[in-house]
Protein backbone atom coordinates (compact mmCIF):
# COMPACT_ATOMS: atom_id res chain seq x y z
CA UNK A 1 0.00 0.00 0.00
CA UNK A 2 1.50 3.39 -0.80
CA UNK A 3 1.76 5.92 2.29
CA UNK A 4 0.14 9.07 1.78
CA UNK A 5 2.18 12.32 1.14
CA UNK A 6 2.24 14.59 3.65
CA UNK A 7 0.20 17.74 3.87
CA UNK A 8 1.33 20.99 2.09
CA UNK A 9 0.50 24.01 2.61
CA UNK A 10 2.30 25.83 -0.37
CA UNK A 11 -1.19 26.21 -2.65
CA UNK A 12 -3.67 26.29 -0.25
CA UNK A 13 -5.27 29.74 -0.16
CA UNK A 14 -8.85 28.72 1.46
CA UNK A 15 -8.43 26.91 4.60
CA UNK A 16 -9.08 28.88 8.26
CA UNK A 17 -6.49 26.16 9.28
CA UNK A 18 -2.94 26.46 9.05
CA UNK A 19 0.95 24.14 9.71
CA UNK A 20 0.95 24.16 13.72
CA UNK A 21 3.65 25.76 15.56
CA UNK A 22 6.75 23.26 15.95
CA UNK A 23 6.15 23.71 19.75
CA UNK A 24 2.22 23.29 19.39
CA UNK A 25 2.97 19.77 17.24
CA UNK A 26 5.69 18.68 20.17
CA UNK A 27 2.92 18.65 22.77
CA UNK A 28 0.47 17.04 20.77
CA UNK A 29 2.72 14.46 20.04
CA UNK A 30 3.47 13.92 23.70
CA UNK A 31 -0.09 13.98 24.83
CA UNK A 32 -1.82 11.73 22.17
CA UNK A 33 -3.32 8.61 24.62
CA UNK A 34 -4.76 11.55 27.04
CA UNK A 35 -8.47 12.36 27.62
CA UNK A 36 -9.08 15.55 28.76
CA UNK A 37 -12.50 14.82 28.99
CA UNK A 38 -12.01 12.85 32.26
CA UNK A 39 -9.55 15.46 33.79
CA UNK A 40 -9.57 13.16 37.29
CA UNK A 41 -7.16 10.46 35.39
CA UNK A 42 -5.46 12.71 32.94
CA UNK A 43 -4.12 15.31 35.60
CA UNK A 44 -1.66 16.78 33.60
CA UNK A 45 -3.34 17.36 30.65
CA UNK A 46 -6.36 18.84 32.74
CA UNK A 47 -3.79 21.61 34.19
CA UNK A 48 -2.80 22.50 30.53
CA UNK A 49 -6.41 22.66 29.55
CA UNK A 50 -6.56 25.31 32.80
CA UNK A 51 -3.55 27.11 31.01
CA UNK A 52 -5.24 27.39 27.50
CA UNK A 53 -8.07 28.79 29.17
CA UNK A 54 -6.12 31.06 30.93
CA UNK A 55 -4.66 32.05 28.11
CA UNK A 56 -7.84 32.81 25.88
CA UNK A 57 -9.41 34.79 28.85
CA UNK A 58 -6.43 37.16 27.80
CA UNK A 59 -6.81 37.65 24.56
CA UNK A 60 -10.53 38.13 24.85
CA UNK A 61 -10.66 40.25 27.97
CA UNK A 62 -12.46 37.93 30.46
CA UNK A 63 -11.50 38.43 33.65
CA UNK A 64 -12.29 34.54 34.99
CA UNK A 65 -12.22 32.08 32.69
CA UNK A 66 -15.19 29.38 32.44
CA UNK A 67 -15.25 26.86 29.64
CA UNK A 68 -13.51 24.32 27.92
CA UNK A 69 -11.32 23.38 24.75
CA UNK A 70 -13.45 22.05 22.07
CA UNK A 71 -13.35 19.98 19.20
CA UNK A 72 -13.66 22.96 17.05
CA UNK A 73 -15.91 26.09 16.45
CA UNK A 74 -18.54 23.79 15.34
CA UNK A 75 -18.87 22.34 18.85
CA UNK A 76 -18.20 25.81 20.30
CA UNK A 77 -21.59 27.07 18.48
CA UNK A 78 -23.48 24.43 19.46
CA UNK A 79 -22.38 23.96 22.62
CA UNK A 80 -22.89 28.05 23.60
CA UNK A 81 -26.45 27.54 21.91
CA UNK A 82 -27.13 24.23 23.85
CA UNK A 83 -26.25 26.33 27.25
CA UNK A 84 -28.31 29.03 26.36
CA UNK A 85 -31.22 27.32 26.07
CA UNK A 86 -30.99 24.84 29.68
CA UNK A 87 -30.09 28.18 31.05
CA UNK A 88 -33.10 30.43 30.01
CA UNK A 89 -35.33 26.96 29.19
CA UNK A 90 -37.81 29.35 27.23
CA UNK A 91 -40.37 27.85 25.19
CA UNK A 92 -39.98 27.16 21.35
CA UNK A 93 -36.71 28.86 21.50
CA UNK A 94 -34.91 31.13 18.97
CA UNK A 95 -31.94 32.07 17.82
CA UNK A 96 -30.95 35.69 15.87
CA UNK A 97 -28.06 35.79 13.75
CA UNK A 98 -27.18 37.82 10.78
CA UNK A 99 -27.12 35.68 7.52
CA UNK A 100 -23.38 35.93 7.45
CA UNK A 101 -23.36 33.14 10.34
CA UNK A 102 -21.52 29.98 9.87
CA UNK A 103 -23.19 27.16 8.88
CA UNK A 104 -22.83 25.56 12.24
CA UNK A 105 -25.75 27.13 13.49
CA UNK A 106 -28.01 25.16 11.24
CA UNK A 107 -26.53 22.11 12.97
CA UNK A 108 -27.10 23.62 16.49
CA UNK A 109 -30.28 24.27 15.68
CA UNK A 110 -31.19 21.05 13.98
CA UNK A 111 -29.58 18.87 16.59
CA UNK A 112 -31.10 21.11 19.78
CA UNK A 113 -34.56 21.86 17.85
CA UNK A 114 -34.27 25.88 18.07
CA UNK A 115 -35.26 28.07 15.61
CA UNK A 116 -32.58 30.25 13.76
CA UNK A 117 -33.73 32.80 12.04
CA UNK A 118 -31.16 34.65 10.21
CA UNK A 119 -31.35 38.35 9.02
CA UNK A 120 -29.88 40.47 6.15
CA UNK A 121 -26.61 41.89 6.25
CA UNK A 122 -25.49 45.78 5.61
CA UNK A 123 -23.87 47.06 2.28
CA UNK A 124 -20.53 46.05 4.37
CA UNK A 125 -21.26 42.46 5.32
CA UNK A 126 -21.82 43.01 8.63
CA UNK A 127 -25.35 42.41 10.69
CA UNK A 128 -28.20 44.37 10.24
CA UNK A 129 -28.68 45.87 13.48
CA UNK A 130 -32.45 46.86 13.16
CA UNK A 131 -33.30 43.86 11.09
CA UNK A 132 -31.96 42.20 14.21
CA UNK A 133 -34.12 44.18 16.48
CA UNK A 134 -36.78 43.29 14.45
CA UNK A 135 -36.14 39.67 14.49
CA UNK A 136 -35.62 38.94 18.48
CA UNK A 137 -38.98 38.47 20.82
CA UNK A 138 -39.53 37.00 24.21
CA UNK A 139 -38.74 33.49 22.97
CA UNK A 140 -35.04 34.67 21.81
CA UNK A 141 -32.25 32.89 23.93
CA UNK A 142 -29.37 34.19 21.90
CA UNK A 143 -28.05 36.58 19.70
CA UNK A 144 -24.79 35.70 17.53
CA UNK A 145 -22.54 37.70 15.87
CA UNK A 146 -19.61 37.39 13.85
CA UNK A 147 -16.06 38.67 14.77
CA UNK A 148 -14.11 37.67 11.75
CA UNK A 149 -16.90 36.34 9.02
CA UNK A 150 -15.87 33.17 7.24
CA UNK A 151 -16.46 34.37 3.86
CA UNK A 152 -16.14 38.62 4.41
CA UNK A 153 -13.76 38.45 7.29
CA UNK A 154 -16.62 40.86 8.42
CA UNK A 155 -16.78 42.13 12.72
CA UNK A 156 -20.51 42.97 13.49
CA UNK A 157 -21.42 45.75 15.81
CA UNK A 158 -20.86 43.51 18.80
CA UNK A 159 -21.56 46.07 21.21
CA UNK A 160 -24.99 47.18 20.10
CA UNK A 161 -25.72 43.14 19.10
CA UNK A 162 -25.27 42.67 23.19
CA UNK A 163 -27.53 45.66 23.92
CA UNK A 164 -29.94 44.24 21.44
CA UNK A 165 -30.03 40.94 23.20
CA UNK A 166 -29.84 41.96 26.84
CA UNK A 167 -33.27 44.09 26.27
CA UNK A 168 -34.63 40.69 25.16
CA UNK A 169 -33.53 38.97 28.18
CA UNK A 170 -31.30 36.85 25.60
CA UNK A 171 -27.49 35.55 25.83
CA UNK A 172 -25.02 37.38 23.68
CA UNK A 173 -22.87 34.79 22.19
CA UNK A 174 -19.59 36.39 20.05
CA UNK A 175 -18.08 33.68 16.84
CA UNK A 176 -14.50 34.13 16.67
CA UNK A 177 -13.44 31.13 15.92
CA UNK A 178 -11.44 32.71 13.19
CA UNK A 179 -11.01 36.30 14.58
CA UNK A 180 -9.74 35.90 17.73
CA UNK A 181 -6.17 35.37 17.20
CA UNK A 182 -5.75 38.51 15.32
CA UNK A 183 -8.74 40.88 16.24
CA UNK A 184 -6.55 41.73 19.55
CA UNK A 185 -4.19 43.94 17.37
CA UNK A 186 -6.93 45.69 15.83
CA UNK A 187 -9.15 48.93 16.64
CA UNK A 188 -12.04 46.24 16.54
CA UNK A 189 -14.82 46.28 19.32
CA UNK A 190 -15.18 42.80 19.81
CA UNK A 191 -14.29 41.37 22.92
CA UNK A 192 -15.24 40.74 26.74
CA UNK A 193 -13.56 44.22 27.28
CA UNK A 194 -15.63 45.87 25.11
CA UNK A 195 -19.39 44.58 25.63
CA UNK A 196 -21.15 42.14 28.36
CA UNK A 197 -20.95 39.29 26.35
CA UNK A 198 -22.15 35.75 27.66
CA UNK A 199 -19.97 33.44 25.25
CA UNK A 200 -17.39 33.47 22.76
CA UNK A 201 -15.97 30.78 20.07
CA UNK A 202 -12.28 31.19 19.74
CA UNK A 203 -10.37 28.37 17.97
CA UNK A 204 -6.69 27.89 18.66
CA UNK A 205 -6.56 25.49 15.60
CA UNK A 206 -7.34 28.25 13.39
CA UNK A 207 -5.63 31.43 13.61
CA UNK A 208 -3.79 30.33 16.92
CA UNK A 209 -1.26 27.78 15.17
CA UNK A 210 -2.49 24.57 17.59
CA UNK A 211 -2.85 21.45 15.81
CA UNK A 212 -6.14 20.18 14.61
CA UNK A 213 -8.99 19.54 17.29
CA UNK A 214 -8.61 22.54 19.67
CA UNK A 215 -11.47 24.76 19.43
CA UNK A 216 -12.28 27.06 22.08
CA UNK A 217 -15.62 28.04 24.18
CA UNK A 218 -15.59 30.63 26.72
CA UNK A 219 -18.58 32.04 29.12
CA UNK A 220 -18.59 35.18 31.49
CA UNK A 221 -20.46 33.20 34.05
CA UNK A 222 -19.66 29.46 35.24
CA UNK A 223 -23.55 29.33 35.89
CA UNK A 224 -24.03 29.34 32.34
CA UNK A 225 -21.28 26.81 31.61
CA UNK A 226 -22.63 24.62 34.25
CA UNK A 227 -26.33 24.26 32.54
CA UNK A 228 -24.23 22.26 30.27
CA UNK A 229 -22.51 19.46 33.02
CA UNK A 230 -24.73 16.22 33.19
CA UNK A 231 -22.82 13.32 35.82
CA UNK A 232 -20.67 11.03 34.46
CA UNK A 233 -21.15 7.77 37.17
CA UNK A 234 -18.52 5.64 35.66
CA UNK A 235 -15.30 8.22 35.45
CA UNK A 236 -13.30 9.45 38.11
CA UNK A 237 -14.27 13.01 37.21
CA UNK A 238 -18.22 13.33 38.56
CA UNK A 239 -19.66 15.32 35.82
CA UNK A 240 -18.41 16.81 32.36
CA UNK A 241 -19.54 19.72 30.15
CA UNK A 242 -18.41 19.03 26.83
CA UNK A 243 -20.07 17.28 23.76
CA UNK A 244 -18.12 14.79 23.07
CA UNK A 245 -17.19 12.26 26.23
CA UNK A 246 -13.43 11.13 25.31
CA UNK A 247 -11.37 14.84 23.84
CA UNK A 248 -8.18 15.48 22.06
CA UNK A 249 -5.56 15.60 24.79
CA UNK A 250 -3.42 16.23 21.93
CA UNK A 251 -5.31 19.04 20.64
CA UNK A 252 -5.80 20.59 24.50
CA UNK A 253 -2.09 20.40 25.12
CA UNK A 254 -1.28 22.25 21.47
CA UNK A 255 -3.31 24.65 22.03
CA UNK A 256 -1.73 25.47 25.82
CA UNK A 257 1.97 25.62 23.83
CA UNK A 258 1.16 27.11 20.54
CA UNK A 259 -0.05 30.01 23.28
CA UNK A 260 2.68 29.87 25.82
CA UNK A 261 5.24 30.66 22.29
CA UNK A 262 2.86 32.85 20.68
CA UNK A 263 0.74 35.30 22.70
CA UNK A 264 1.10 38.08 22.61
CA UNK A 265 4.22 39.01 19.90
CA UNK A 266 3.58 35.82 17.88
CA UNK A 267 0.43 36.38 17.20
CA UNK A 268 0.92 40.60 16.58
CA UNK A 269 3.65 39.64 13.85
CA UNK A 270 1.72 37.04 12.41
CA UNK A 271 -1.20 39.34 12.07
CA UNK A 272 0.79 42.40 10.82
CA UNK A 273 2.73 40.74 7.89
CA UNK A 274 -0.93 38.89 6.63
CA UNK A 275 -3.28 41.82 7.17
CA UNK A 276 0.03 43.64 4.88
CA UNK A 277 -0.38 40.16 2.37
CA UNK A 278 -4.14 40.66 2.15
CA UNK A 279 -4.37 44.46 1.63
CA UNK A 280 -1.54 44.03 -1.21
CA UNK A 281 -2.86 41.47 -2.96
CA UNK A 282 -6.22 43.74 -3.05
CA UNK A 283 -4.35 46.29 -4.64
CA UNK A 284 -3.17 43.25 -6.90
CA UNK A 285 -6.24 42.13 -7.91
CA UNK A 286 -8.09 45.70 -8.26
CA UNK A 287 -5.09 47.16 -10.53
CA UNK A 288 -5.80 43.90 -13.19
CA UNK A 289 -9.59 45.23 -13.12
CA UNK A 290 -11.25 42.46 -10.97
CA UNK A 291 -14.29 43.95 -8.18
CA UNK A 292 -12.76 43.03 -5.12
CA UNK A 293 -13.78 43.63 -1.02
CA UNK A 294 -11.27 45.82 0.76
CA UNK A 295 -10.42 43.31 3.54
CA UNK A 296 -10.78 44.76 7.21
CA UNK A 297 -9.08 41.36 8.51
CA UNK A 298 -6.67 38.81 6.43
CA UNK A 299 -9.32 37.22 3.79
CA UNK A 300 -9.75 39.12 0.15
CA UNK A 301 -12.84 38.14 -1.69
CA UNK A 302 -13.23 38.97 -5.35
CA UNK A 303 -15.65 38.27 -8.17
CA UNK A 304 -14.03 36.05 -10.87
CA UNK A 305 -14.99 34.30 -13.57
CA UNK A 306 -16.39 30.85 -13.15
CA UNK A 307 -13.40 29.68 -16.08
CA UNK A 308 -10.48 31.54 -14.55
CA UNK A 309 -11.41 29.65 -11.19
CA UNK A 310 -11.43 26.55 -12.29
CA UNK A 311 -8.42 26.97 -14.34
CA UNK A 312 -6.60 27.81 -10.88
CA UNK A 313 -7.87 24.97 -9.42
CA UNK A 314 -6.38 23.06 -11.90
CA UNK A 315 -3.27 24.38 -11.77
CA UNK A 316 -3.58 23.06 -7.90
CA UNK A 317 -4.73 26.53 -6.00
CA UNK A 318 -7.02 25.65 -2.97
CA UNK A 319 -9.10 28.07 -3.35
CA UNK A 320 -12.79 28.21 -2.61
CA UNK A 321 -15.84 30.58 -3.34
CA UNK A 322 -18.77 32.57 -1.40
CA UNK A 323 -22.22 31.72 -1.23
CA UNK A 324 -22.51 34.56 -3.48
CA UNK A 325 -20.10 33.10 -5.68
CA UNK A 326 -16.77 35.62 -4.83
CA UNK A 327 -13.31 33.74 -4.66
CA UNK A 328 -12.37 33.95 -1.27
CA UNK A 329 -8.46 34.18 -0.30
CA UNK A 330 -7.15 33.40 3.71
CA UNK A 331 -4.30 34.79 4.38
CA UNK A 332 -3.25 32.13 7.30
CA UNK A 333 -0.06 32.12 8.71
CA UNK A 334 1.69 29.61 6.12
CA UNK A 335 0.63 32.09 3.19
CA UNK A 336 3.52 33.97 2.04
CA UNK A 337 4.25 37.07 -0.37
CA UNK A 338 6.09 34.50 -2.89
CA UNK A 339 3.19 32.36 -2.54
CA UNK A 340 -0.12 35.14 -3.61
CA UNK A 341 2.89 36.71 -6.45
CA UNK A 342 3.17 32.96 -7.86
CA UNK A 343 -0.87 32.70 -7.56
CA UNK A 344 -0.99 36.38 -9.77
CA UNK A 345 1.20 34.94 -12.06
CA UNK A 346 -0.75 31.84 -12.95
CA UNK A 347 -4.14 33.97 -12.96
CA UNK A 348 -2.11 36.65 -15.69
CA UNK A 349 -1.01 33.26 -17.48
CA UNK A 350 -5.15 32.75 -17.94
CA UNK A 351 -6.37 36.00 -18.63
CA UNK A 352 -3.44 38.63 -20.28
CA UNK A 353 -3.71 42.15 -18.78
N1 LIG B 1 -17.18 29.87 13.07
C1 LIG B 1 -16.50 30.51 12.11
C2 LIG B 1 -16.57 32.01 12.04
C3 LIG B 1 -15.74 29.80 11.17
O1 LIG B 1 -15.09 30.47 10.21
C4 LIG B 1 -15.69 28.38 11.27
C5 LIG B 1 -14.90 27.59 10.33
O2 LIG B 1 -14.23 28.09 9.48
C6 LIG B 1 -16.41 27.76 12.30
C7 LIG B 1 -17.14 28.52 13.18
C8 LIG B 1 -16.42 26.26 12.43
O3 LIG B 1 -15.21 25.81 12.93
P1 LIG B 1 -14.76 24.28 12.83
O4 LIG B 1 -14.60 24.01 11.36
O5 LIG B 1 -13.49 24.25 13.60
O6 LIG B 1 -15.82 23.45 13.44
Same mark, same amino acid.
Given at each position: ??? %?? !? ?15 ? %? ?68 ? !????? #? ?20 ? !? ?9 ? $? ?17 ? *? ?46 ? +????? +? ?13 ? @????? +?????? %???? #? ?8 ? &? ?8 ? $? ?7 ? &? ?31 ? #?????? %???? !? ?5 ? @? ?8 ? *? ?14 ? +? ?15
Amino acid at each position: MQR %AA !PQTFDRVLSSMCTRPHP %AARNAAERFLATNPGDPATYQTVAALEEDALAYLAEITGLETPHGYITSGGTEANIQAVRAARNYLARDD !PNVVA #PESIHFSFQKAADVLGVELRTV !PVDDDYRADTD $AVRAAVDSNTIVVAGVAGT *TEFGRVDPIPELTDIAHDAGALMHVDAAWGGFVLPFTDHEWSFSHAPI +DSMTI +DPHKYGQAVVPAGGL @LFRER +DVLDAL %AIDT #PYLESASQAS &LTGTRSGAGV $ASAAAAMRE &LWPTGYRDVYETQQANAEWLYEQLVARGYETVE #PELPLV %AAEL !PESEFES @LRDLGWRISR *TGSGELRIVCMPHVTR +DSLRAFLSDLDSLSPV
